[in-house]
């Protein structure tokens, strides 16, 4: 089954999606910082580099699956919360655009819990009228994860949609994971050693990595990342990895930040030198990206921003194959459905 993926970033979950059997046959990205990575990533995929909104839909190619995550921030908790308001909120149209112009058989489109707040709560039940009656229509399903549950070591909570077309004759479900949760000894244990810190400026020490992309932001911490522990143990998953390299989870070889009071904690005096900001690959870990997933920039930022921003490749994989799944089982159903009317007919 072919796909064709929108705000691709650097292909988190287009990845997830080949994984599973799919064959994504088009991207569309429009920042340029990303382009040599998901290119060289994805080297099968036709990557349009043009903005949404200037893409008609006679130039998508006709496919079985429409993905794509439309930019978080201004849905996001941390953000400005203006939703739909903002025009990086309002990519969301263009997004349902294409697809009533497409009619593929499902879409999934993925944004951060943030959308859930009741202040946004008029403009999420307009998205979703919009999905259901895009076209002949689709019976959307919609849901809350945390990708701690979907084989991915970090907490990271974000909306789903995923719908399947109206004349399929069935509604997408949620299948619950069942994996053992991934601690942080599990996933970036054997990259404890070898770790580089950026070079001047937060540019890269591309060259000087023995593993890629195993290098971390240096540079002082805000009193807003110094308000909070920002330090998980061995034994427990990561935080939530953001697309800002400065807001970065700190490695967990730190002991945890020590309280001082409301907003206010410090690192252990006498281990200061413990505390570092995890690396880009550590993050890419977290973010269940493989080892040979290489990220191309040449500032740091970039490579924080591309990880924080993906969807992770593990928990993409589970959906995409649950998807796949109940669309040949609905095929299969309907197979001996239609032989029985012909055996009854005879």
Same mark, same amino acid.
């Given at each position: 089954m072919n796909v064709v993926s929108f705000f691709a970033g650097a292909g988190g979950l287009d990845l997830g999606f080949q994984q599973a059997g799919f064959n994504v046959i088009w991207a569309n990205e429009y920042d340029k910082e990303i382009w040599e990575t998901y290119g060289k990533n994805h080297p099968h995929t036709v990557l349009d580099k043009r903005s949404i909104v200037d893409i008609s839909s006679e130039e998508v190619p006709n496919c079985d699956g429409i993905i794509g995550g439309p930019p978080c921030q201004s849905w996001s908790e941390a953000g400005s919360l203006k939703g739909i308001a903002d025009k990086r909120g309002q990519l969301f149209y263009d997004f349902i655009r294409i697809l009533e112009a497409k009619q593929p058989k499902f879409f999934l489109a993925e944004n951060v819990s943030g959308m859930l707040l009741g202040r946004h709560s008029e403009a999420l039940t307009n998205i979703k009228e919009l999905f259901k009656n895009a076209g002949i229509g689709y019976e959307l399903s919609f849901e809350l994860v945390n990708a701690s549950d979907y084989n991915v070591p970090q907490d990271r909570k974000r909306v789903i949609f995923v719908g399947i077309r109206k004349d399929l004759n069935f509604k997408f479900d949620f299948r619950k994971p069942t994996f053992s949760k991934i601690t942080l000894e599990n996933a970036i244990e054997d990259l404890k050693e070898n770790v580089l810190p950026a070079s001047d400026q937060n540019k890269s020490n591309y060259d000087k990595c023995l593993v890629p992309n195993h290098e971390y932001m240096t540079g002082s911490f805000s009193t807003i990342f110094m308000s909070r522990n920002r330090v998980r143990g061995w034994d427990e998953q990561s935080f939530t990895i953001q697309a800002g390299g400065?807001?970065?989870?700190?490695?967990?070889?730190?002991?945890?930040?020590? =309280?001082?009071?409301?907003?206010? #904690?410090?690192?252990?005096?006498?281990? *200061?030198?413990?505390?570092?900001?995890? &690396?880009?690959?550590?993050?890419?870990?977290?973010?269940?990206?493989?080892?040979?997933?290489?990220?191309?920039?040449?500032?740091?930022?970039?490579?924080?921003?591309?990880?924080?921003?993906?969807?992770?490749?593990?928990?993409?994989? =589970?959906?995409?194959?649950?998807? #796949?799944?109940?669309?040949?089982?609905? *095929?299969?159903?309907?197979?001996?459905? &239609?032989?029985?009317?012909?055996?009854?007919?005879?």
């Open positions: 400065r807001h970065a989870p700190l490695h967990p070889q730190a002991p945890k930040m020590q =309280f001082v009071e409301q907003n206010k #904690r410090i690192f252990v005096p006498g281990k *200061e030198d413990l505390y570092r900001r995890l &690396s880009v690959r550590e993050c890419a870990r977290i973010q269940t990206f493989p080892d040979n997933f290489i990220f191309h920039y040449n500032n740091i930022t970039a490579g924080y921003k591309m990880i924080g921003n993906a969807v992770p490749v593990n928990l993409a994989k =589970f959906l995409a194959e649950s998807i #796949r799944q109940q669309l040949l089982e609905n *095929e299969a159903e309907n197979q001996v459905k &239609s032989s029985l009317k012909e055996t009854v007919s005879a």
